[in-house]
């Protein structure tokens, strides 16, 4: 598959690459994607959640009621879990929620939501570029430029680009992204994908090990 390279203009530049067929055209396989981005999203969590169970609450340790002959429910002290502001019942407790993924897995799943976005001309590549300073506006004009404004943009750079980075840091729909770190969650997540000529050969290197 054969894609144009633009400039930050918008402007075609008369040159052409292709798309590894390897990477960006193979059947996509959804549930190695799912398993990769329940992996990516149990891995960002804290893990931190704690409910008080009744042994923890503060409380006097007095019998309430008699067990038996008041018509409800038995219950002992004001932290039982019937009680209104008692314990919680098997409540939530620290926990890790790291899982751990086959590297081959992994590179598959990257693999089919790039062929995914190639299926959709959700691809766009751009020259190599940088910005002489850090501005947002510069950004946005390069968005629009290149016809992908007002969409979730996912810019691939091969390194990592102060200038550029800071120019997006304050937009709500664009993120930068050096092409060692990408991940299948970022490629789904987003509407369309910027890449760099540059960054298409770092991918290359690193999923067709």
């Keep these: 598959m054969e894609v144009s390279v633009l400039n930050i203009k918008g402007q075609d530049t008369g040159r052409k690459v292709t798309l590894n067929e390897a990477i960006f055209g193979i059947e996509p396989n959804d549930h190695v994607l799912y398993l990769n981005v329940k992996q990516y999203l149990g891995n960002q969590r804290q893990g931190t959640a ?19 002959g008041g018509g409800g429910a038995r ?35 990257r693999k089919s939501a790039l062929s995914y976005k190639a299926q959709e001309d959700a691809i766009v590549v751009v020259e190599d570029f940088s910005f002489e300073a850090p501005k947002t506006k510069a950004f946005i004009e ?21 200038n550029v980075f800071l120019s997006a840091r304050n937009l709500q729909r664009a993120e930068v992204i050096e092409a060692s ?23 290359d290197e690193i999923l067709t090990k």
């Design 181 to 203: 770190t990408l991940n299948t969650y970022k490629v789904l997540n987003a509407d369309v994908l910027v890449m760099t000529e540059s960054s298409l050969k770092t991918i």
């Design 50 to 68: 704690k409910a008080k169970e009744r042994s923890e609450h503060a409380g006097s340790t007095r019998k309430l009621i008699r067990q038996k």
């Design 142 to 162: 390069m968005a629009k430029n290149l016809k992908v404004d007002g969409k979730k943009i996912l810019l691939v750079m091969p390194e990592n680009n102060k």
């Design 75 to 109: 219950r002992g002290d004001i932290n039982s879990p019937v009680l209104v502001g008692g314990g919680r019942v098997f409540g939530p407790r620290p926990r890790d929620y790291y899982t751990k993924l086959n590297k081959k897995t992994k590179a598959l799943a």
